[in-house]
């Protein structure tokens, strides 16, 4: 019944709004704004409510009839007429897929020709035929029954291309910040004062050609406000018009301008809103689910972030499919695509109104709205998963799964769009680490959160590091101490970044995230290349260089180290490659396969850290390795510590065995030097030996007092 009474009030005004000014009751309106609250009720409603929408329109048409004194027949056959049009515009626009946001021109254009003129001149051309069957002739004169047709058929389409998008662009009402509504009310009233002005009837020049006067200003807003803008200025001048002067019937040159003004304005401006959202979404569209990207969801956080209800109210909702990649790797890209596109726009469909739904990369989308309680949002959450969970694709085989991780947390007070959308993003990892298919909250006051939020920004410091060209290598030299004749030094490669102020940073600061993010191999091969690169043409030096797990273990390691070396001309006894006990540990059968597989070609390999894990003995045994480097540790202690001097003894007795070099770490005094000279040890590094220096400086021969 509400719905009943509030639309036909509705329709009544707007009835008489299109007929206030007819010379003739019988006549027929130049704009009859009625045809476009009538399709874009039925288009708006379900099914169900329809009934209301069909008994108000008959209901509108017999009050306003008897009130202008129009023929009651006359109404009934033109309320029936009104309600299969909009009941035909509504198939139409179902069945050719017309999206009424008219972001498109496309879409612009289909709604122009296929409803605008293509429904209303059915409708016109039905209205003439049940006029004729009942003997009634609802034209201006009844003689002329083809331009009766016509004045029909040109009023109910002014009336849809005016009012219905109108309609359904701001019902429901845009979620904008409230400066940006404080503006475009500005505008608006603007525009209507003008207009006003315009059409006084003391001005002492034609109003008509006034009315151009309006255009700079609807101008700005469809730049300003989009599609929105330009429906809204465009019903507030028609609206006016009609107030001013009524539907008018064609009886005068001044209502053909008008109509014909109000008509092409109001296609240019969408048009143009159209082109301008065509652009915009090449940069803020996501090309497959033409959701908004992550560029367009920064933007407009960052656009609300003025408005202070946005600080105390808003959540952010991130999720990542759980391994979506095995879909994609077993359906193929193109089908994994459709059935991403199919599950987002099924979520995207039961949100409620005020939230916003964004493509964030690869799997992840992320969803944001205020809240006035933060159970809200994680209840949010937990439906979207099980929206997820319990989805279907309609493209692939019914038994397909999907699961994902979600993430929920809120924004603080003058956070940055950025640092909210970082701490999302580590929310859905933390659920992912916590066992995935399931929801993580994360606060910004948590302790490990901000910990692995670091390690975030370390990592992405560590891609544009990478990128912009701010990684330096240092060398430190590994020098011969004394009773080891004949021996040349040679140099440990080091990694630096420079941070955005120039200033070297240390590898424990970025090492944890490298190996988090899984940027370990990447930096590796930097590294590999490089120093492949600084060998070039120096046949007589030897460099050593660390390698990780990840690396060391990766399919692609040996023909990539086979690359670098036909394409520099490096001997292979030139490089050393130094790794952990962990790293050899993690797949110690592998590891020993690679080790052998590269020692052959005449590759030598470092043990590094020796003597840091509890199996360093066993373990050596079984890995092909040339050097063994002594964890610093030992060597730190060997002046205070019996048992450090009994571990490095220990394992000299061993290398010599297995004819193995031993190298020992951190040797940082004169004192310590003696004492493993005493033991037997041949190699040393460390701060006393000789400080890191850039390679650049080894390289031009500037590093002095270390023979080099």
């Not at 008897?66 to 139409?92: D, R, T």
């Not at 039905?126 to 004169?141: E, G, V, W």
Request: contains cysteine; negative net charge.
């Amino acid at each position: 019944m509400r719905i009943y009474l509030v639309f036909s009030l509705a329709y009544m005004c707007l009835e008489y709004m299109g007929l206030a000014g007819l010379r003739d009751p019988n006549g027929i309106s130049s704009v009859w704004p009625a045809a476009g609250l009538a399709l874009a009720a039925l288009w708006r409603l379900p099914l169900a409510l329809w009934a209301s929408v069909i008994l108000g329109i008959l209901t509108g048409n017999m009050v306003i009839s008897s009130y202008f004194g129009s023929a009651p027949p006359l109404s009934l056959i033109a309320g029936i007429s009104q309600i299969a049009e909009a009941a035909l515009g509504v198939w139409v626009m179902r069945r050719f897929a017309i999206d009424i946001r008219l972001n498109t021109t496309r879409d612009v254009l289909r709604f122009l020709g296929l409803v605008c003129i293509g429904t209303t001149l059915v409708a016109a051309l039905l209205l003439a035929l049940l006029a004729r069957l009942t003997a009634l002739l609802p034209i201006p004169h009844a003689t002329h029954d083809l331009s009766g047709v016509l004045l029909w058929w040109v009023g109910d389409g002014m009336g849809i291309l005016i009012v219905t998008p109108l309609l359904l662009q701001w019902w429901p009402w845009p979620d904008w910040p409230r400066r940006k509504l404080f503006e475009f009310g500005a505008l608006l009233a603007g525009l209507i004062v003008l207009t006003v002005l315009i059409t006084l009837d003391s001005l002492p020049v034609a109003s008509n050609s006034l009315l151009f006067a309006l255009i700079p200003l609807m101008l700005v807003a469809v730049y300003r406000f989009g599609t929105q803008g330009a429906v809204a200025v465009t019903a507030a001048t028609a609206f006016v018009l009609l107030f001013r002067h009524g539907g008018q019937d064609y009886q005068g040159i001044d209502t053909v301008i008008r109509v014909t003004f109000l008509g092409v304005i109001a296609l240019v401006l969408l048009l143009l809103s159209a082109s301008q959202n065509e652009r915009r979404d090449m940069l803020y569209l996501d090309e497959t689910t033409g959701l908004p990207n992550r560029r367009a969801f920064l933007r407009e956080m960052t656009a609300r972030a003025a408005d202070q209800e946005f600080d105390k109210h808003f959540a952010l909702i991130y999720f990542d499919l759980d391994q979506f990649k095995l879909i994609n790797d077993l359906y193929g890209h193109v089908v994994g695509d459709g059935i991403f596109r199919e599950l987002t726009e099924s979520l995207r469909a039961r949100l409620p109104v005020g939230w916003h739904m964004a493509r964030l990369g690869g799997d992840e989308c992320g969803i944001g709205g205020r809240v006035d309680d933060p159970r809200e949002a994680v209840e949010l959450a937990e439906t979207v998963r099980g929206q997820i969970e319990t989805f279907r694709p309609r493209s692939v085989d019914s038994g397909l799964r999907l699961n994902a991780s979600v993430g929920v947390t809120f924004r603080q007070a003058e956070e940055p769009p950025e640092t909210l959308l970082s701490r999302a993003d580590m929310a859905c990892h933390l659920a992912k680490e916590s066992g995935r298919n399931r929801i993580y909250v994360l606060h910004a006051s948590d302790v490990e959160a901000r910990l692995q939020l670091g390690d975030m920004h370390r990592a992405a410091q560590l891609r544009d590091a990478l990128e912009s060209g701010r990684f330096e290598l240092y060398a430190q030299p590994i020098v011969p101490l004394a009773g080891t004749p004949g021996k040349l030094p040679y140099h440990e490669l080091l990694l630096r970044t420079l941070d955005e102020h120039d200033r070297i940073e240390s590898p424990a600061n970025f090492l944890h995230a490298a190996r988090r993010y899984g940027m370990t191999k990447l930096i590796d091969f930097w590294v590999l290349e490089q120093a492949f690169a600084y060998l070039e043409g120096k046949s007589e030096e030897r460099i050593s260089l660390n390698l990780t797990a990840i690396t060391l273990n990766a399919p692609d390691f040996s023909s990539r180290v086979d690359e670098l070396r036909k394409r520099f001309e490096v001997s292979p006894p030139q490089v050393v490659f130094e790794i952990t006990e962990q790293a050899a540990l993690d797949n110690l059968t592998r590891a020993a396969q690679t080790l052998a597989r590269l020692r052959s070609q005449g590759y030598r390999f470092a043990l590094d850290d020796f003597g840091a894990g509890v199996a360093s003995f066993a373990y050596l045994e079984d890995l092909p390795v040339d050097v063994v480097k002594i964890d610093g540790r030992f060597v730190r202690d060997l002046k205070h510590s019996p048992s450090s001097r009994i571990i490095i003894e220990a394992l000299l007795k061993l290398a010599r065995l297995r004819n193995i070099e031993v190298v020992a770490e951190w040797v940082e005094d004169k004192e310590t030097s003696d004492m493993l000279i005493e033991l037997g040890v041949g190699w040393g590094q460390g701060y006393h030996l000789g400080r890191p220096r850039p390679l650049s400086e080894v390289e031009s021969g500037h590093v002095p007092g270390t023979g080099i």
